[in-house]
Every structure is written in C-alpha cells, then in structure tokens.
C-alpha cells in the first residue's frame, strides 16, 4: 500500500511508504531514493550549489555522463571509487555516479592530513579516484545491478592505535534510515534542507539521500554562510536544518545568532554530541517556531539510531543530571540494551556486519565472538541512564574517570561550568599528572580567574570533581566533523 503527500505548488505529488508501515519494509538501494525523484520530479531542483540550481534531470544527466566516462576509462564498471569530498557540483556528480555503476564509495577530504588520506586508500583499495571535474563517455551504461545486501559506502573512524577503521554500510542498513527520516521529519519536494556536514562524516548521508529521496532541494553553503547560519537561513529559505550542536556555540561566540531574523525553518536537528541545553535555548530563540529533535548514532549503526524531540514551550524541557537534552528513545525497529556499566547495545537492519578489517571487531560486539550475526549487538562505548523516561547521553566510557580514588563523570563537572553566568561553553579533561589524574577545564565566554570560577565551583560540587585549573578560550577548538576537538586540548596542556 501507498500514501499521496501533498506536493509543493506546481509539484507532483510524491508516493512514499504509508505512516503505519514499519521502515524496514521499504527495500530501496541508495541510488534508488535518488532515482525515484528523478522520474517523478524531473524539473524540481535536487541541488543549489556554487550559484547553480540543477534539476534532477540535469543531476542524473551528468551523473550518468561521467559513469559512462567512467566504464570507458576504466574498461569496466569499477568496484571501488574514491572521491574528494568538497562542495562543487562534481563531488555530487561523481558520487551519484558511482552508485549508479553499483561501486562503494569512499570520500576523502583533501583538506585532511596526507598521512592519514594515504591510510585510508591503503584500505579501501579504489580502483578509481575522481579528480572533481565533469567528463561525458561515450560507453554504455551497464544495466543497474546493485542489491540491497551490497555495501554503498565505506567512512573511516579514527582508530584507539591511531590507524583508520573502515565501517562498510550496505543499502539495506541505509533503506530504514532513510525512510524513517523522510517520514518523521516530513520531507516533501519544495523543502530546502540544510547541508553542513562533509561528506567524510556519515551524517551528511541524510543531507543528501534523505533531501533526494523525498525530492526536495540541498542548499550547498559557502564556508562563510556556515559561520552565519542565520543568514543562510533567512536568504535561502531553509526549512530543515542539520548540524552538530557547536555549531550554535560557535556563532553565538561571532555575534552570528540574531533572534530578530524570520525564517522558514520547521525542524533543527543536531547530532554528532551532547545537546546542551544553553544551545537549544539559543537555536529556539533563533527560531521559536521550528521544532528540535536531537539524534544520536555512530556511524556503526548508520548516522542514528535514537532520537528525542522537545517540547515547543521551553517551560515543558525536560531537566536532565548533566545539562543536556535526552537522546532516545531508540527508533522502535531496532533492539537495544543498556549493560550494567551504563553502556548501550543495539542491533538490528542498521546495525553494520564489521569493520573491513576484521580484527577490529574484537571487544565491540556482545557477545564478543569470531562470527557476527544478525544477533549480536554493537557495544557503543557510549553511557545513558534513563531520567524520568527519557534517555539521557552521559557520556563515553573513557569519560568516566576515577580522581582520588572517586568514580565521576567529566560531563558533570561541565555542566556545572556551564551553569556559570560568564561561561558559555566548557570541555573538562583528565590528565595524568604523576600517576594521578588531574581535572583541568577548558571555558569560552567572558574571562574569570581561575581562583574565583573554583570557589564558585565548591559551592556546587564535591572537592574532588572540582578542576585545578581553568583555561579561557576564545572558542573551543574544533576537529574536522565539527566535533569538540579534545586531542588538540590535551595537546594544549601536556606538550
């Protein structure tokens, strides 16, 4: 059965899943979502980037001009293409392609150091690597063959020895993602979605797949229109936003949050970290009328997994022990567990099969065995606890630290620290100092004398919890996904 969604004026409308059917029934390939909108949306616009606005007819044109340059080159479809991952219409073409040739994708960011690039093609062993311009071939298209079971894309993770592990999604561990987030965020043609993540981080899939599967419009931003999203907002006319939550915290710092801006804006989503609730306090003032959901996933279980919604008056937020709005539940088609240590599991049609290298599965699967099966639950790494029915992200487990002999959480100190009027944002560390772990904290906002924000700090938490020192930044470093970079941090302190 099938459902009709009101299209946008002058749009057909679009036939998706019905809201009652589970997202596991939908069974389509990656390049399927994207194909789909192009036979029943051909003169909608797919993609605004680099001052162009390209249909889905001209986006699949192209696409299928360089998979046919492609085949000729190469003699053959290839199996692996690697691609740089930048924000020019032929990244998106080149990717399109690949998928249309049935091969597995893995971006690469030339920004990124050489060594660790280097690394990654080691691998992932592309038959082909793009260079970023637009060809046309003259062989023919062979016909498209890709299966569900057959892997779309494989994203590198940074490694506890320091080398890369490759994660392997298939289409079947995109095809429920994707329909599920088409439907709860209720994406039609005419919505114009947000894209912020580089294609080397696994949330950019929804950018992209969740945008052409549902035929709405990607808006590519400059570098620059990413460091004023309000204004990216407003003078493009997004209507879903996606990012990782520092974004807020970042533009707040510039002065680049104006609360007196309209915008179209309906959903703002964030992932990639807690959501703290001082950044949802200043996106909703930003945009009241738009809702906020925050998600929460490893690329191991494809972009997310879980997902909390809070309520539109900021009066009915949830309070939570560490500052930070809930993450879950976890998406009802898929199994979780929470182990005793707080540690949470889950398995199900999004759960990955391993990492390309086999050997780096031992320890992140329970029950922690040789064969994996459809059975076995990916162990995140990540703690949550449930407060008052809502899950909340407390943290990873090498967050959790012992200091003078007592077990506490480093996210509890921070918000302590963000609760400080003259602190906007803060990252706690603990660094080994003789054998002895030592907690130093990192703040953004207005400076305070170390002296004066630890007394303010005793009146709110136990001796032990309270850092030694205090370092004011001007913002808190970021690393490539946008993250909190915590490596550069500890570097700060220890080198």
């Given at each position: 059965m099938t459902t009709e969604i009101p299209a946008a004026p002058g749009l057909p409308a679009l036939t998706v899943a019905p809201l009652d059917e589970s997202p596991l029934a939908v069974r389509n390939t990656l390049y399927e979502w994207f194909s789909r909108s192009c036979d029943r949306l051909p003169d909608a616009v797919a993609l605004e980037?680099?001052?162009?606005?390209?249909?889905?007819?001209?986006?699949?044109?192209?696409s299928d001009a360089l998979a046919s340059a492609?085949?000729?080159e190469h003699g053959a479809a290839p199996g692996r293409v690697a691609l740089p991952a930048t924000r020019e219409l032929a990244t998106y073409v080149g990717y399109l392609a690949a998928l249309r040739l049935g091969a597995v994708v893995t971006p690469l960011n030339p920004a990124h150091p050489k060594v660790r690039n280097d690394a990654i093609m080691a691998l992932a062993r592309p038959d082909v690597t793009l260079d970023g311009t637009l060809r046309v071939g003259t062989a023919p298209l062979p016909p498209y063959t890709?299966?569900?079971?057959?892997?779309?894309?494989?994203?590198?993770?940074s490694g506890s020895t320091g080398r890369p592990k490759g994660v392997p999604i298939t289409h079947a561990n995109l095809a429920p993602y994707i329909a599920h987030n088409i439907r709860r965020f209720e994406v039609e043609p005419g919505h114009r979605m947000s894209h912020t993540f580089d294609l080397t981080f696994d949330p950019s899939v929804f950018d992209l797949f969740v945008t052409w599967g549902a035929g709405a419009t990607l808006v590519v931003p400059g570098r620059v229109e990413l460091l004023e999203p309000v204004r990216?907002?407003?003078?493009?006319?997004i209507t879903h936003w996606f990012?990782?939550?520092?974004?807020?915290?970042?533009?707040?710092?510039?002065?680049?949050?104006?609360?007196?801006v309209p915008t179209s804006l309906r959903h703002s989503v964030f992932i990639g970290e807690q959501l703290t609730y001082a950044q949802a306090r200043a996106w909703h003032e930003v945009a009241p009328d738009a809702e906020i959901t925050n998600v929460y996933?490893?690329?191991?279980?494809?972009?997310?997994?879980?997902?909390?919604?809070l309520p539109y008056d900021p009066a009915d937020w949830p309070a939570t022990s560490n500052d930070t709005v809930p993450i879950g539940p976890v998406y009802d088609f898929l199994d979780s567990l929470v182990l005793d240590d707080g540690e949470l599991c889950v398995r199900g049609a999004q759960r990955f099969g391993g990492y390309l290298d086999p050997a780096d599965?031992?320890?992140?699967?329970?029950?922690?065995?040789?064969?994996?099966?459809?059975?076995?639950?990916?162990?995140?790494?990540?703690?949550?606890?449930?407060?008052?029915?809502?899950?909340?992200?407390?943290?990873?487990?090498?967050?959790?630290?012992?200091?003078?002999g007592y077990r506490m959480e480093l996210g509890e100190v921070e918000a302590a620290l963000r609760g400080h009027d003259a602190v906007r944002d803060a990252i706690v560390l603990a660094v080994a100092d003789r054998g002895e772990n030592e907690l130093i904290a990192f703040f953004t906002g207005d400076p305070v004398p170390t002296t004066d924000l630890v007394r303010w700090l005793r009146g709110r938490l136990p001796i032990h919890m309270v850092p030694r020192r205090c370092h004011h930044l001007a913002e808190i470093p970021l690393n490539v996904n946008g993250k909190a970079d915590r490596a550069r941090l500890r570097e700060l302190v220890t080198s």
């Open positions: 980037v680099d001052d162009s606005r390209v249909t889905y007819r001209e986006l699949r044109e192209l492609l085949v000729q890709a299966e569900l079971d057959d892997v779309a894309y494989v994203l590198f993770t990216y907002l407003a003078e493009r006319g990012s990782v939550p520092s974004v807020v915290s970042v533009s707040a710092g510039l002065g680049n949050l104006p609360t007196d996933g490893p690329t191991e279980l494809t972009v997310a997994c879980s997902e909390y919604t599965n031992a320890g992140r699967f329970l029950p922690d065995e040789p064969e994996l099966t459809a059975e076995h639950y990916y162990r995140t790494g990540d703690r949550v606890r449930q407060e008052d029915g809502n899950w909340v992200h407390l943290g990873r487990l090498d967050n959790q630290v012992k200091v003078r």
